[in-house]
Structure formats: structure tokens, C-alpha cells
């Protein structure tokens, strides 16, 4: 059951991420909930019982000040402050929603069904901020309580980060949406349920028809709002999807872990050199595994898509009182952000649900269609280029020119330092066997602080430039080489850096790594001389133990 482990921790984990996506829309819920009425009697909008006026308001100011609190907890970095402001706003979430459900029953006890009754938007906007209010509620609570458990006294770094991106660029769009909404439905004499439908609609480019400007203000205030409202969707959209990844490849290292062959399986099976036989089999193993987990990646994909597309259906078929198949083809129409018009939602509950359930539907089918492309070229790609024979002869020349096994350049990087060694004693014409000894030693160890200069200069250059330019762990790196490099300058040896990266940024990449394998295979071999060791010490030191023909 280590699957369900893995899932409960990702859970807790992305519940404050979770709960910054959610928050905005419960609090833009409260405006209708209590600005619009609640009922209508015979088609006549009635006055909402001062009770639940009261309530709706209380309820409105606990999620602004909710969600004030959820913001000063992404934003502080002292611990107590952030512990502070984690229960606080955990527990005005929850008064909140306490608040909404007693908002519900008040409603419900002053209010009977009868003849000619029916339910208004502000009802099921209070319904939509009292369900959302809930499940940010139990994210909020489920993390607290693992937090105690572990007794973590402050969120990780990047967790931390991460939410205070999410949750400032989730308030400017609903902001927006909010203002949207409140200057559409002045204008257009619209509801502000209908505003913020509207404006839903047409960040997401849907254009059902249903609503549109009919004022000369309204015609032209549409455009820097559709403009505003789409990039911040996109921007927004882009930030679940890098967070999502990131999570994603962090889960698979931990899921797909490549398993360690034995060298003895290696050598009764192969007789080519140790490092190819490796080198072949994790290609092999990583090639399997790419295309298991693109079929993964591509069925949790669809199996989500599903699961929203059904859900939808269930609910605009309660809604909207249309048959299932209706709103199964309504769900995949405005999924897809076509919006033929035929079908739209009327009623107050189906035009309440559309506004969030449009926000995290469409990307979700965006995300399947971009997966099931990239899944189906990837593969189709994958298949053709494995089937040719310039590929296998490619693969074949850069097995033979780069990976070379490390006994062999254990053996290269001897016979080049006693070339050296025996230049040093040329020049030694007439010493003593003992001031022998001490040139051989200083020789060495110069040569081997040399090639621990060389040997940190390439690995950090690899690692630098494979990395995202600007990113934290780039940034560390980058400075931490510039400082060494001043330092170096003390004792003359920063010109020789510098000039060896120099060197090798103009290098292929598998120049570079063949050519830090030579230098760390020179460095082994210099503390091999300068420890003494005998010949099995000197043998495991030198890693050539294992394969000793391949040298």
C-alpha cells in the first residue's frame, strides 16, 4: 500500500497550495451570497430574512480576513509569526464556514417551500462559498495536524514560496473577475451572478452568446478586460503546471528508482567493457520507463478529464433539468471552450456552479490534450528514430568515443605522470636517493593539487550549465565559483581557472564529461602515490578492481 503512503503525503503536502487556489472564490461567492436575493416567490425577488442578511455579512468579513491571514502566512518568514497566522487563519476559515451552514439552516427554518417558491442566485452562492469554505477548511486542518505531528515548526521553503505565488496571482484574477462583474452588470443592467458569469465566459473565450455588451461603455471596456483576464488565467495556469511538474519528477525519481545490477550478473551475461554493459542496460531500463510513464502520465490525464466531464453532467442534468447525453455534450463544448450556443446554463444553481467549475475545468482538458499530443509524437518519434540504422550506428560511435572504461584511463593517466615524473628527475641530475624522494613527493602533491583545481572547475561547470539560468541552485553555484576565483587570485593560480572554463564552454557536452573522467582517473592515481598503498589498497582505490581486462 505504499502507493496510498505516497498519495496521503502529496495530499498534505499541496493542501496549502490547494487551499490558496481555492480561497479567492469563496470569498467572491460571498458578494452574491449576499448582495443577490435568496429566493424568489412567484417570479418576484423577495427581501432576504434580516437573519441571514446578518450572518452573509459576518461570513463576507471572516473570508476577507481569512484570506488576509492565508497571505501573511506565505509571506512571513519567522516561524512564530507563521504559526501564529496558520491557526488564525485555519480558524476563521472554519468559523466561516460554521457561519455558512448556520446561514443555511436559518434560511431553512424561516423559510418554507411552498406554492410558487424557488430558490435565487444568492441561495447557491452561499451553498458554492459554504462547500468551498469546507474543504479549504479540512486541507487547512489536515496540514496543522501533520505539521504537530511531525512537529515542523515552519513550512518548507519552496512550499512557502510556491503558496505566496499561488495565492497572490489567484486574488488578482479574481479580482478581476470580481471588477469585471460589478462594472458589467451596472452598465449592462445585468445581476452580479450574471456579471461574473459573464466575465468566466469570456476569459475563457467560450462565447456561448447568451451574454453579451449592448452599451457603446460596455463594447469597449470588454477588450482590456479580456486581454487582462486571459493573461492572468494563463499566467495562472502556468504556475499549477510548473508546480505539477516539479512534484511530479520529484515523485517519479522516488517511484522509478533504477535498481543497481550486481557486477557479477554484468560479467556472466556481457563481456564488454563494465561501464558500456551499464551504460546499455540503464538506456534500456530509462527507455521502458519513459514510455511506461508517458502511458501513466497520458491514463491519469484522461481518467481526471473523465471524472470532471461525468461529474459536470451529473450536475447540469440536475441543474438545467436536460437530458444526461445533453449535458454530457454541453461539458465536452464548453471543455473544449467551443461554445456553440445551443446549450448554456439559465438557471441561478447551473449559472453558480459554471463560474468555478469553468476555471478548473477547461485547464484540466487543456492539460489532457497537450499530454495525449506530446504522448502520441513523442512515441511516434520514438519508433522511428529507434527502427533506423543511422541511429544504432550514432549510439554505437558514441558508446566507443566516450565511454571508455575507467581502468582504461586509470592506465592513460600513469603512463602520462611518470612521462612527468621522469622529466622532474632529468632535471635532478646529481640528488640524493632521499631528495629524490622528497622531488617525487612534492611533484605529486603539486600535481595532484593541480588536478583537484581542474577537477572542481569542470564538474562545476557541467553542473552550472545544465541547470536554469537564474534559478536558486544556479545562482549559488555561479557566485560560489566567482568568489573561489577571487581568492584564487592570491596565490596566482586564477588565470589558470579561468582559462580552463573558458576552454571548456567551448566544448560539446560529452567532451567535457570525458574529459572530467581523464582528469578525476589522474587525480586517483596521484593519491594513490601519495598514500603509499599497496597493491589490493591501491587496486580498490583506483575503482579497477572489479574489471581488471577492461583496463
Same mark, same amino acid.
Given at each position: 500500500m505504499t502507493w496510498l503512503k505516497d498519495a496521503r503525503k502529496s495530499i498534505i503536502n499541496g493542501a496549502p497550495l490547494m487551499s490558496a487556489l481555492i480561497a479567492p472564490f469563496a470569498t467572491l461567492y460571498d458578494i452574491p451570497a449576499l448582495t443577490q436575493p435568496w429566493y424568489t416567490l412567484n417570479g418576484i425577488k423577495i427581501q432576504d430574512p434580516q437573519a441571514s442578511l446578518i450572518l452573509s455579512a459576518i461570513s463576507l468579513a471572516c473570508s476577507v480576513a481569512a484570506n488576509s491571514l492565508l497571505a501573511l502566512r506565505f509571506t512571513v518568514r519567522s516561524p512564530d509569526r507563521w504559526r501564529h497566522a496558520s491557526t488564525a487563519s485555519t480558524g476563521i476559515w472554519l468559523l466561516k464556514t460554521t457561519l455558512g451552514v448556520a446561514n443555511l439552516i436559518t434560511f431553512g427554518a424561516t423559510r418554507r417551500n411552498g406554492a410558487g417558491f424557488a430558490y435565487d442566485e444568492g441561495f447557491f452562492c452561499c451553498i458554492m462559498s459554504t462547500v468551498l469554505s469546507g474543504i479549504l477548511t479540512s486541507l487547512l486542518l489536515t496540514h496543522m495536524i501533520d505539521m504537530l505531528v511531525r512537529q515542523r515548526q515552519h513550512a518548507p521553503g519552496q512550499l512557502h514560496l510556491d503558496g505566496r505565488v499561488f495565492l497572490l496571482a489567484e486574488l488578482a484574477l479574481?479580482?478581476?473577475?470580481?471588477?469585471?462583474?460589478?462594472?458589467?452588470?451596472?452598465? #449592462?443592467?445585468?445581476?452580479?451572478?450574471?456579471?461574473? !458569469?459573464?466575465?468566466?465566459?469570456?476569459?475563457?473565450?467560450?462565447?456561448? *452568446?447568451?451574454?453579451?455588451?449592448?452599451?457603446?461603455? *460596455?463594447?469597449?471596456?470588454?477588450?482590456?478586460?479580456?486581454?487582462?483576464?486571459?493573461?492572468?488565467?494563463?499566467? +495562472?495556469?502556468?504556475?499549477? =503546471?510548473?508546480?505539477?511538474?516539479?512534484?511530479? %519528477?520529484? !515523485?517519479?525519481? &522516488?517511484?522509478? %528508482?533504477? #535498481?543497481?545490477?550486481?557486477?557479477?550478473?554484468? =560479467?556472466?551475461?556481457?563481456?564488454?567493457? !563494465?561501464? +558500456?554493459?551499464? %551504460?546499455?542496460?540503464?538506456?534500456?531500463?530509462?527507455? +521502458? &520507463?519513459?514510455?511506461? +510513464?508517458?502511458?501513466?502520465?497520458? *491514463?491519469?490525464?484522461?481518467?481526471?478529464? =473523465?471524472v470532471f466531464w461525468l461529474v459536470s453532467a451529473a450536475i447540469y442534468h440536475a441543474a438545467e433539468g436536460w437530458p444526461f447525453g445533453d449535458a454530457l455534450y454541453f461539458s465536452y463544448i464548453f471543455f473544449l471552450s467551443i461554445g456553440y450556443g445551443d446549450y448554456s446554463p439559465s438557471s441561478p444553481a447551473g449559472k453558480t456552479v459554471f463560474v468555478f467549475w469553468a476555471l478548473v475545468a477547461v485547464p484540466i482538458m487543456t492539460n489532457f490534450v497537450v499530454t495525449a499530443i506530446q504522448s502520441l509524437v513523442t512515441h511516434f518519434s520514438r519508433f522511428l528514430t529507434s527502427k533506423t540504422s543511422e541511429k544504432r550506428e550514432e549510439w554505437e560511435e558514441v558508446m566507443a568515443d566516450y565511454f571508455v572504461p575507467h581502468p582504461a584511463l586509470i592506465s592513460q593517466a600513469k603512463e602520462r605522470l611518470d612521462v612527468l615524473l621522469q622529466e622532474d628527475l632529468d632535471v635532478c641530475e646529481r640528488c640524493s636517493s632521499r631528495e629524490d624522494l622528497i622531488v617525487v613527493s612534492r611533484s605529486d602533491l603539486r600535481a595532484a593539487l593541480d588536478e583537484s583545481l581542474i577537477l572542481e572547475s569542470r564538474g562545476r561547470s557541467i553542473l552550472v550549465d545544465q541547470m536554469k539560468a537564474g534559478s536558486t541552485a544556479w545562482l549559488l553555484l555561479q557566485a560560489d565559483r566567482n568568489i573561489q576565483e577571487r581568492y584564487l587570485s592570491d596565490v596566482g593560480r586564477k588565470d589558470e581557472v579561468k582559462e580552463a572554463r573558458q576552454e571548456a564552454a567551448d566544448e560539446d557536452i560529452l567532451d567535457r564529461i570525458a574529459a572530467y573522467r581523464q582528469s578525476w582517473a589522474r587525480w586517483l592515481v596521484l593519491g594513490g602515490r601519495l598514500m603509499k598503498l599497496d597493491e589490493k589498497g591501491l587496486s580498490a582505490w583506483e575503482r579497477r578492481e572489479l574489471r581488471e581486462r577492461d583496463a
Open positions: 479574481v479580482a478581476l473577475i470580481a471588477l469585471e462583474a460589478l462594472i458589467f452588470s451596472r452598465i #449592462e443592467h445585468w445581476s452580479y451572478l450574471d456579471g461574473l !458569469y459573464f466575465s468566466v465566459v469570456t476569459l475563457l473565450t467560450i462565447g456561448f *452568446g447568451d451574454f453579451s455588451p449592448s452599451t457603446t461603455a *460596455g463594447k469597449i471596456l470588454v477588450f482590456p478586460f479580456a486581454i487582462a483576464g486571459i493573461a492572468l488565467l494563463a499566467n +495562472q495556469i502556468s504556475l499549477i =503546471v510548473s508546480v505539477s511538474t516539479r512534484n511530479m %519528477a520529484k !515523485y517519479r525519481r &522516488q517511484l522509478h %528508482a533504477i #535498481e543497481e545490477a550486481t557486477v557479477a550478473d554484468l =560479467v556472466k551475461r556481457d563481456n564488454e567493457p !563494465y561501464l +558500456q554493459a551499464e %551504460a546499455r542496460r540503464l538506456h534500456h531500463i530509462t527507455t +521502458q &520507463q519513459r514510455g511506461a +510513464q508517458d502511458l501513466v502520465d497520458l *491514463g491519469a490525464s484522461f481518467a481526471v478529464l =473523465v
